[in-house]
């Protein structure tokens, strides 16, 4: 089946951003699979080209337009579901080393069948518990970059999110529009957490009515070995 990028096209490039060929059959290849895996498995409610491309595409890519992103950079996505934000950002930024975390075997299988199909390098999907693998050494406090689009209380992001990320690295939060107060809630966390709120970019996704935010919260202590707490509990008591 053809499907049309022109919209994909003009949105990215209202965000100084571009795709090639390559990357488009990619993004072909990852929709079909959505939509097949979709059938057996709850990955999204959005099945149609037009609305996953805005919806989940674009809304995950627009990272770019905030943040510099390079084949430097070693990213982590935690709670990744469907593979958003991550797959995305890797077929725009092939170089750049990526981690997908998610709690549910059956999506991490999902993952791996996608990365396998698009051909995608240096790339893992992995099963697990943010609070958990936090804690290990090889994950600990070693990724440049930490990404979520997880529905969560920002405060709790910030503890399953800040452990994994180095000093000198961010974790960008993807949220709604109008979360000032969230923010402000979350402050106390980020510093605990050993980081700092740096500024929240808040966004329409073009020619659309899509309200979205990105907070960034830079690293710039190590993270004390208390956290992140027990499986559960960042969500259930989130530090305030």
Known sequence: MEYNFDKFDHKLSQMHLSVTDAMKEQFCIYYDLLCEWNKVMNLTAITEFDMVVEKHFLDSVALAAY?????????????TGAGFPGIPL???????????????????????????????EKIQAVHGRAEELAHQISYRENYDLCV????????????????????????????????EEEITSAKKAMQILGGKFRRVEEFQLADTEYQRSFVFVDKKKPTSKKF???AGVPGKNPIL
Do not use: H, T, W
């Open 90 to 120: 890797k077929i725009m930024f092939p170089d750049m080393e990526v981690m997908l975390l998610d709690s549910l075997n059956k999506r991490v299988r999902f993952l791996q069948d996608v990365i396998a199909k698009l051909g995608l």
């Open 148 to 179: 979520s689009r997880a529905v969560a209380n920002l405060s709790s992001l910030c503890e399953y999110c800040l452990p994994f990320v180095k000093v000198g690295g961010v974790f960008a939060a993807y949220k709604s529009a109008g979360i």
């Open 67 to 79: 943040i510099k992103l390079d084949g430097r950079q070693k990213l982590i996505d935690i709670g």
């Open 228 to 230: 992140p707490r027990k």
